[in-house]
């Protein structure tokens, strides 16, 4: 099944790749590798920010974190410009949970994005991980996330 029907089947319309909030690029390809810069928590709503440990629930930031692996899906589309058939995997993500210093579920925050890569990509979504306290982000988010994709 391609990623395309994948998306479709959870109800996933890609938006168009966030443009950057500062100087830099949103994605650099080396090779066969792409370095999504980090995504922050927003859906159409508009952004998605508080605290995790204070006004923020696990399930929330769960979402947020989803939020986040959408924007790097349509960033990850603009690399292979517009063909995901082009991407082989996800390799690595590094998330960021705007945290409380007591609050330690960062990874149960972080598989929000992890469990919809797995969901999306099956096995080439399964990846390396990092899942760190930040104590704030950008706008107040309450996620972000970078990734890096292998494609051809």
């Known amino acids: 099944m391609s990623i395309?029907?994948?998306?479709?089947?959870?109800?996933?319309?890609l938006p168009e790749a966030p443009a950057p909030a500062a100087n830099y690029v949103?994605?650099?390809?080396?090779?066969?590798?792409?370095h999504v810069s980090?995504?922050?928590?927003?859906?159409?709503?508009?952004?998605?920010t508080g605290k995790l440990g204070a006004d923020v629930d696990v399930a929330t930031g769960a979402d947020a974190a989803r939020a986040c692996a959408i924007a790097l899906l349509a960033?990850?589309?603009a690399a292979c410009d517009g063909d995901l058939s082009r991407l082989v995997?996800?390799?690595?993500?590094?998330?960021?949970v705007?945290?409380?210093?007591e609050f330690t579920d960062q990874?149960?925050?972080?598989?929000g994005a992890s469990d919809f890569?797995?969901?999306?990509?099956?096995?080439?979504?399964?990846?390396?991980?990092?899942?760190?306290?930040?104590?704030?982000?950008?706008?107040?988010?309450?996620?972000e996330i970078e990734a890096i994709f292998q494609v051809r």
């Open 4 to 13: 395309e029907q994948r998306l479709a089947d959870l109800g996933v319309t």
């Open 26 to 34: 949103p994605f650099v390809q080396v090779g066969e590798l792409v």
């Open 38 to 48: 980090g995504q922050i928590s927003r859906n159409e709503a508009g952004l998605i």
């Open 75 to 77: 960033q990850a589309k």
């Open 89 to 96: 995997r996800l390799v690595k993500l590094v998330g960021f």
């Open 98 to 101: 705007n945290s409380t210093p």
């Open 107 to 111: 990874p149960k925050v972080i598989n």
């Open 117 to 143: 890569m797995v969901a999306v990509l099956g096995d080439a979504g399964r990846h390396a991980r990092s899942a760190v306290s930040a104590a704030s982000l950008p706008f107040g988010v309450a996620v």
